[in-house]
């Protein structure tokens, strides 16, 4: 089964409809969590996400801060801002459907969260000390995480992590155990302003990412129309 796997949309429907768009047909979503927050589109990105077919998704602490599951003074004076400016736009309904998004998900030998098995919402996978901290706990060959808006893939082989720089361009077979991030869809943070994610085959264990540009000077023009942080609006072209 051909899988889409992404992350960190961050209320950004310009990036998610590329990504949609490059991606092409697949037969499931596998979403990481942060759906909203930071963008100008959160309703219309609930939406789009609500009615992709076969889709599984986890929560992310910037959801989780908009249905009041998790203390606003987590977050920066920026990011708090974009949490109380989501909660007071989203509908009821979509209120709703984030409120319902469980922290973990398995599908076979996959486990799906947003940061880490340890802290499923809140914990950042960087270094591959952490990365070992999570295989340590992780009940499944493979995890897929968000969070950071950095790919990411730590290996672990004979009790050994290694960090694996990701690259793009190229398929990857998958081997036991294996930690990737697909990046960010509406916020990398990896100094490239293309949306990032990744397509994963559940028979061959294949992996493979992807970048797609949008029109990132749209998005900042809303995000200026409706008065959100500049800090935020600037580091959408600066992919940081
Ligand atoms: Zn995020």
Redesign the pocket.
Known sequence: MRVLVFS?I?ANLAALEAVLQDAGAVEAYWFLG?LV?YGPDPNECVERIRTLPNLTAVL???DAAVIGAMPLGWFNRAARRGVQWTREQLSPENLAFLSQLPEIRQHDDVTLLHGSPRAPITEYLLTSEEAADAFAVLPTDFCFV??T?HPAWWQEEDGVVSDRAPRGGEVWTLTPRAILNPG?VG?PRDGNPRAAYAFYDTVAHTWEWRRVAYDVSAVQARMRQYGLPERNILRLALGR
Do not use: L, P, R
């Open positions: 960190d961050h942060d927050g992310g602490n910037h968000g969070h808006h960010s916020q």
